[in-house]
């Protein structure tokens, strides 16, 4: 039946992920065969001084009387008891900073999460300087027809096409960073300034313009409703003595074309476009019957730019960002864990990336985690995951100077991914912490994304990027996973010495409850006073211990029993005995795979130590 497992301990709530809260676990000290020690053999009994009081002085005790007493019969028992519950959270051994911690649901999991800013550097800025047109005046000889010279009043002539032209043109070094233009704004709002002057006899009454339209290049957009398919129309009578004068607001440019051109070892932006004003002259002019037979006006147009420095940008450019190179410190994990023979074979661990930008460029990148173990990299540990399979892109931002996010959720499977993350698959991640590492490596290096538009502000100064990383790994087991634990028992030569001598078999029984889904099994080696291995000792292998079994989402309890045997193989040796050196092997398999390692399961064992034989003890040495 399914075992209901204990209640954790308190726990103090942590951060939200997966939306699940992870918990640390106050440190325990509790040791998982600390109760494995040898009891004390008690040998000189309370009864040996009452047999002293019985010996009569008549008696000579050291001839021909054997002094020796068997103690305990067939077997001599001594009950070593129950341990308490040994939990799994307090094998991890957990304080403040450890990497360790449980989800709600009581799922151990290495999780260590920190970020970084990476400056983006401004691309410097671009001023364009004031232009203005060199238009030659137009001087426009209008005949006076013979029967208006002798008019007396206003008297209008035949209309005169008139017409110029000019180029707008713009040639300024830019930094190497830019390498295509497909849009200007500028900073500020420079204006495009018209300005005509006129220059006419006193006998001209009036001057109009008709249908006068001045075409600017397609370059140019204007944020001026008077504009309408890059023209600017003027119709009607103009003011001689103060001329006609108008100021357009731009906008922005907008290139078909790159306007960015290599110049041996510079990089210019070349701008040119041309101004057309096409259109018909009236003049009125007064009679008052001598008028001459031609009437000479002069038309003096100007068009200027004002000073333009460059704004906001689109097209492409080669932003320079800085180098991400971080490091996962799992330095505190359990020393067991380390062991160069642990297989930690784990279902799903996440690596989740997320990356704020503020810049209007969409970004590549290449990611690559180095587990490290003793400062050299893990074999077959490395991931890489690189640009030119668009595993990472990062998206240019919304408006930019603000944060505009993207989300991935690195992992060989999708289980446990939130919304709002893009899934990259990585089928061998799990190989990242196969072998615990003492330290993972991240490196990240991006460059714009050369498919996409790019936008950029160049008065902005720095953007910078946000690097958050979640090294997040449920301790959810595959079938190969293989963890050892190490741990010496000693120092109990001197509880033991005087009367261990008396013992040459030892056997202890225990008795296991298990809810841990991992088979264990546990072998010892006999040691001296110095630590070092007693030959003369053999110990037993005994029975594995059997995993708990997994329902998909808790344990069920397993009971079993194990010995271990102590024998004297070399008489004497068993009184240099001072410890036991102790390898448990924890192993999952095929029917525990997807189980998860939660704070509350534990192993609880109990049992006695026998003497086969019991003990004979000389009484002289009592």
Known sequence: STFVEEPPVSNECMHNFYNKTPIKIQKMSSRLFSIIRLSRMIVPVLFAGGMVACVDDNYDLNKDISMEVGIGGKYFAIPLGTTDSIRVDSLLELDDESVFMFMEDGTAVISKLDSVKVRVPEIQQVTLQS?????????????????????????????????????????????????????????????????????????????????????????????DNRIENHCLVIDGEMDVDAGYHVELDIAEFDFAENPIQEVGSEKRLHIDGAVTLDGQLRVT???????????????????????????????????????????????????????????????HPVIMLE?????????????????LADGSPIENGIIELRREERDIVVKAADEM?????????????????????????????????????????????AEADPEAEHRFDLSHGDYEMNVRYNVHVPLTFGPDLQVIYRDTIDDFNSDIKDYVKYVTEVVMEMEVENTIPLGMMCRAVALDVDGRALSGIEVSTPQPIEAAGWDGNNTTLVRGDFTIE???????????????????????????????????????????????????????DI
């Open 131 to 223: 232009w203005a047109s060199e238009i030659e005046p137009i001087v426009n000889e209008i005949e006076v027809p013979e029967e208006a010279q002798g008019a007396v009043g206003e008297v209008a002539l035949p209309e005169k096409d008139v017409n110029s032209s000019t180029s707008i043109e713009f040639d300024e070094e830019v930094p190497e960073e830019l390498l295509d233009l497909n849009t200007v704004k500028f900073d500020g709002t420079p204006k495009l300034v018209i300005d005509i002057q006129f220059e006419a006899p006193e006998e001209v009454a009036k001057l109009e313009l008709m249908d006068y339209v001045i075409h600017f290049p397609e370059f140019i957009v204007f944020d």
């Open 355 to 371: 990356v704020g930008n503020t810049t209007g460029v969409p970004v590549l990148a290449d990611l690559t985690l180095t587990p």
């Open 566 to 620: 102590l024998k004297e193989t070399v008489a004497g040796t068993m009184e240099q005995l001072d410890g036991l050196a102790l390898e448990i092997t924890a192993d999952a398999n095929e029917g525990v795979k997807g189980a998860s390692l939660k704070n509350n399961q534990y192993l609880r064992l109990s049992g006695k130590m026998r003497i086969p034989g019991g003990i004979t003890v000389d009484i002289d």
């Open 401 to 445: 100077g603000e944060y505009t996010w993207s989300n991935f959720f690195i992992s060989n499977s999708e289980v446990g991914m939130e919304l709002g993350f893009e899934f990259v698959d990585v089928p061998n991640l799990p190989n990242l912490i196969r072998q615990i590492p003492d330290v993972i490596q991240i490196n990240m290096t």
């Open 285 to 347: 002019v007064r009679g008052d019957g001598t008028l001459p037979g031609t009437v000479t006006v002069g038309i003096m147009p100007q068009v200027s730019i004002d000073e333009m420095k460059l704004g906001e940008i689109t097209g492409k450019v080669n932003v320079d960002i800085e180098e991400v190179n971080e490091e996962v410190d799992l330095g505190d994990i359990p020393d067991f864990l380390k062991d160069k023979d642990v297989v930690l074979d784990i279902e």
